[in-house]
């Protein structure tokens, strides 16, 4: 277990910003990681939690506390059960599923960060999400004081949330299973248009599954969701955004205001209607590489703030704030960040 003091945690993170932790613990044990917790707990230590460092915005004040960066390794392959470690780094974990023929996270190729994340954000894309294949979540649960396995069902997800999200400062991710499918090479049926288009076949078929996950990688690369060291654009948080969820009233209200336009519209529990934060900020005026300063909206995807290289936290909150106030006052809808805050808020 690696310990370091006025560490910076810029580096850690996909934006490239942030300020230092007071305390830097690397754990590569799930042994190291419940003690490094135990050890903050038991001290009354601020402690924050980190893997892949994609869904995190840092303030540049940093964090006075402890920050424990989970860097466990493990990628156990049982048949089509699949065991990762936390700090596995989820890329990497998909294209190795590939290579053994086995389907079910095929489309969430190229996503950046940690497989612990995974179940916190109920990470998603291009039409599948991992709860369809998670069976468990092998947490520590820091109210208990041990380490407890959560069923699927038992964790809660829906759109972009899950009970750890919920309740961020009681569970730690350690291990988390899936359920994954063997289809003879092929892939789990097509939801997305963009990727059914791309592949040139229709919703609800199946693919070879190298030529999916190929596909999602291009789709991603070509809005900077690939990660490229040399990419500003990929310097970024992913998607800013989550996708607003309207009820009927909201609906209503937002349609009034479209002026003529046609909206992305989708069912949504509850009689609600999911529309596209992407189609808001464009509609509301924030183009493909909005801005003047050293934040802006990516060039190639509106929903994707940048670092061009010398951004402080500051840059980007504002930028944020700029766009968020924008779409409210256009639409009257209510954007929503989807990367954790530290130190900080919207």
């Known amino acids: 277990m690696l310990v370091q003091h006025d560490a910076p945690l810029a580096p850690l993170t996909t934006l490239r910003l942030g300020g230092p932790a007071r305390r830097l613990v690397t754990a590569t044990t799930d042994a190291e990681v419940v003690s490094a917790v135990r050890e903050a707990d038991a001290a009354g230590e601020p402690l924050l939690v980190i893997g892949g460092g994609s ?38 974990a998909v294209a190795r599923t590939v290579d053994k023929g086995l ?15 995974t179940p916190v954000q109920n990470v998603g894309a291009y039409g599948q999400e991992v709860s ?18 959560l069923t699927g069902e038992e964790c809660g997800f829906s759109y972009r949330h899950s009970r750890f999200k919920a309740d961020p400062e009681r569970y730690v991710v350690l291990r988390v299973r899936f359920r994954l499918e063997d289809n003879g090479g092929l892939s789990t049926p097509v939801r997305y248009a963009e990727t059914a288009r791309y592949l040139g076949v229709e919703v609800g078929e199946r693919v070879d599954l190298a030529a999916a996950r190929d596909a999602v990688l291009r789709l991603r690369a070509g809005k900077g969701m690939v990660l490229d060291a040399a990419d500003h654009d990929t310097w970024s948080a992913g998607s800013f955004f989550t996708n607003p969820i309207l009820t009927a009233d ?97």
């Open 103 to 117: 389907a079910g996270i095929e489309f969430l190729a190229g996503i950046p960060g940690s497989a612990g994340a």
């Open 55 to 92: 869904n995190l915005v840092i303030g540049d004040a940093g964090f006075d506390g402890t920050v424990l960066r989970i860097a466990t390794t493990g990628f156990e392959l049982d048949g089509t059960v699949l065991e990762l470690a936390a700090g596995e780094v989820w890329a990497e």
């Open 132 to 149: 369809t294949g998670i069976t468990e979540v092998v947490a520590y649960d820091r109210r208990a004081g041990e380490s407890v396995t």
């Open 250 to 346: 909201q609906y209503a209200d937002f349609r009034a205001r479209l002026d003529g336009r046609t909206a992305p519209a989708y069912p949504a529990p509850d009689g609600c209607t999911k529309t596209s934060a992407a189609w808001l900020i464009d509609q509301a005026g924030f183009g493909k590489g909005y801005g003047a300063g050293p934040a802006t909206l990516s060039t190639k995807h509106t929903l994707a703030l940048t670092n061009r290289g010398a951004a402080t936290a500051g840059d980007l909150l504002a930028l944020a704030r700029e766009i968020r106030d924008g779409v409210r006052a256009a639409f009257g809808v209510e954007l929503v960040n989807e990367p954790v805050m530290v130190g900080v808020e919207l």
